[in-house]
């Protein structure tokens, strides 16, 4: 009998082990979904949920954009897959910085035929929504010690407010998008309408700084139409879309604070690509002034970035490049 107890022992402790082999392949479950180990809060953060999917929401009262890069066109490829894909990560973080090598095509198109990419290896960051008196003073102040240009999407009724920030933006050697006059939804307006919006906000910028060139022009939300495309190519605009969205409008979902410092710093190097073009805000938000005092220097060691080019010469008191 001594002998048999420690088997009777043996088997039921295998028979108990048997039993729990849901929990091993439970774990292994959650870690083939998600290749980076332990799953952080966020990661999970990261993965874009799927708005439902159409770039044409409804405008929200936060002047963003309501595209998901997850939805809407080339960005998708900021998603987990091409984290999983870059290199070690950085001490602290779950997320391995390192950027994917190809390029973004150049080929590529945006909502309406607009354009994604630089057509080189270049990146653009591009801040949309201002001038804010004290956000875009702020990013033009970093921008300059870090010895990076960048292209900014003005609004027209901000712009006749704050004439200053504009006049600062050319002189640092920047390059001004026109970014409507009011941030509607432009998609759904006449031709009339879009051509006098695009127009009164190309003379406040005039206004502003008479001489600065504006060649490029972003719809709000990034809902350009094939019309709108034609418009504003008639009018002397490249029509610019992106291959990142930072996130940083999606407060809601992503938090605010140092939370959603985290997350645009995790799109951005997630996203980033010879040749893409960034899409961020400074309007009313200082996560990204302070995701951009550390992105500056992770983006400028592992890439060329430069203001989206112009025909014309910047002659407002422009300081040399
Ligand atoms: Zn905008």
Known sequence: MRRVAPLVVALIACALL?????RPVAVRWANASSPLTPASPEQSRTEPPSPAGSRLHSPSPELGHTSSPATSGPAARTGPSAASSSGPAAPGT?????????????????????????????????????????????????????????????????????????????ADGHTLCNHSWQHLDLSKRDDNYLAGDLQATNDAIHAAVPDAPIEYFRAPYGNFTPGMVRLATRMGMKPIYWSVDDQCWMSSTYGTGPAMIDHIAT??????????IILSHDMGKPQTIAAYRSLLPWLTSRFHLEALPTDQPHRSGQEPR
């Open 18 to 22: 048997a039993s729990g082999c849901g």
């Open 94 to 170: 779950s997320t391995p910085p390192a950027p994917p090598a190809a390029p973004i095509p150049a080929t590529g198109r945006g909502p309406g035929g607009s354009i994604t990419n630089t057509g080189t290896d270049a990146v653009a960051l591009t801040f949309d929504d201002g001038p804010d008196p004290q956000y875009t003073m702020q990013l033009l102040d970093l921008l300059k010690e870090q010895g990076v240009k960048a292209t900014f999407c003005v609004v027209g009724f901000r712009v006749r407010s704050h004439p200053e920030v504009v006049r600062r933006i050319v």
């Open 267 to 276: 799109m951005v190097r997630r996203g980033t690509r010879p040749g893409g």
